[in-house]
């Protein structure tokens, strides 16, 4: 399986070969422990980013399942690594995370036909679209407050190539806190599928190579607070690990 990263080696940015959970290969084929590195985004592309795109979590937020998809957009400023922290804001009565599937931009693409769209896709990720539930003034259109603030989508930590991923639509998604399972489902009850939103969304704008497409999450939602540990997986793809901090200690104040 080929699994390419982004990380801080020796103050510099990298892109490494995934040997295994332990073994990082450089360009210069020197392979380093992973444990020596930072880990970083895997991608700093546009993420478009999908709401209620599965069933049963519209169902969960009392909302009908959508009939045409419900996107919005993320800025590299909100994206960071694995095993890297993210934040709480203060005085905020929920704030939830959502693993989801990314597929990644291989290269440009512009109304591109459904049948087609799966060559455009050059691989995988994941990543974990925290909200902020108290700022949620409409689900179909979430603002800035909720989806858009510093380093609170870590993504990664690596693209696994789309040729070793048989059926991207069949996939299952879990989420820990602290080790208990919290969230399970599968990427099969998508209500968009991939193709269909590659369709669908170089119709409107040129996808670039590195933009991402984070797919939506199912049911399964809860509470994470300043201190737990979120772990986002899916099979054949990867786990992501993120740490939660306060506002004041993530900044510092």
Same mark, same amino acid.
């Given at each position: 399986?080929?699994?390419? +990263?982004?990380? *801080?080696?020796?103050? @510099?940015? @990298?892109?490494?070969?995934?040997?295994?959970?332990?073994?990082? *290969?450089?360009?210069? @084929?020197?392979?380093?422990?992973?444990?020596?590195? !930072?880990?970083?985004?895997?991608?700093?592309?546009?993420?478009?980013? *999908?709401?209620?795109?599965?069933?049963?979590?519209?169902?969960?937020?009392?909302?009908? +399942?959508?009939?045409?998809?419900?996107?919005?957009?993320? +800025?590299?400023?909100?994206?960071?690594?694995?095993? !890297?922290?993210?934040?709480?804001?203060?005085?905020?009565?929920?704030?939830?995370?959502?693993?989801?599937?990314?597929?990644?931009?291989? =290269?440009?693409?512009?109304?591109?036909?459904?049948?087609?769209?799966?060559?455009?896709?050059?691989?995988?990720?994941?990543?974990?679209?925290?909200?902020?539930?108290?700022?949620?003034?409409?689900?179909?259109?979430?603002?800035?407050?909720?989806?858009?603030?510093?380093?609170?989508?870590?993504?990664?930590?690596?693209?696994?190539?789309?040729?070793?991923?048989?059926?991207?639509?069949?996939?299952?998604?879990?989420?820990?806190?602290?080790?208990? *399972?919290?969230? !399970?489902?599968?990427?099969?009850?998508?209500?968009?599928?991939?193709?269909?939103?590659?369709?669908?969304?170089?119709?409107?704008?040129?996808?670039?190579?590195?933009?991402?497409?984070?797919?939506?999450?199912?049911?399964?939602? +809860?509470?994470? =607070?300043?201190?737990?540990?979120?772990?986002?997986?899916?099979? @054949?793809?990867?786990?992501?690990?993120?740490?939660?901090?306060?506002?004041?200690?993530?900044?510092?104040?």
């Amino acid at each position: 399986m080929a699994k390419y +990263a982004r990380v *801080l080696y020796r103050n @510099q940015a @990298q892109i490494v070969t995934v040997l295994d959970d332990d073994t990082l *290969l450089l360009a210069n @084929q020197e392979k380093i422990p992973a444990a020596a590195v !930072q880990w970083l985004p895997p991608s700093t592309g546009t993420m478009y980013a *999908l709401g209620l795109n599965y069933a049963d979590h519209a169902s969960e937020l009392e909302f009908k +399942a959508p009939t045409t998809p419900l996107v919005f957009i993320k +800025a590299p400023n909100t994206y960071t690594g694995h095993k !890297q922290v993210s934040w709480r804001p203060d005085n905020v009565e929920y704030m939830h995370y959502e693993c989801e599937l990314v597929a990644v931009i291989g =290269k440009a693409a512009k109304d591109i036909k459904r049948e087609n769209a799966m060559d455009y896709i050059a691989g995988y990720t994941l990543c974990n679209d925290y909200a902020i539930r108290d700022y949620l003034e409409n689900y179909y259109r979430p603002n800035l407050r909720v989806k858009n603030r510093d380093a609170t989508t870590p993504v990664g930590p690596w693209i696994v190539d789309k040729e070793d991923i048989l059926d991207p639509m069949n996939l299952t998604l879990k989420t820990w806190i602290n080790g208990e *399972l919290k969230q !399970q489902g599968s990427t099969k009850d998508m209500i968009f599928d991939i193709p269909f939103l590659v369709e669908y969304l170089s119709h409107r704008v040129t996808l670039q190579p590195g933009d991402m497409i984070a797919t939506g999450t199912p049911k399964g939602l +809860a509470d994470v =607070k300043p201190g737990d540990v979120v772990d986002v997986e899916i099979e @054949q793809v990867g786990k992501l690990t993120n740490y939660l901090v306060s506002e004041r200690a993530f900044f510092n104040k």
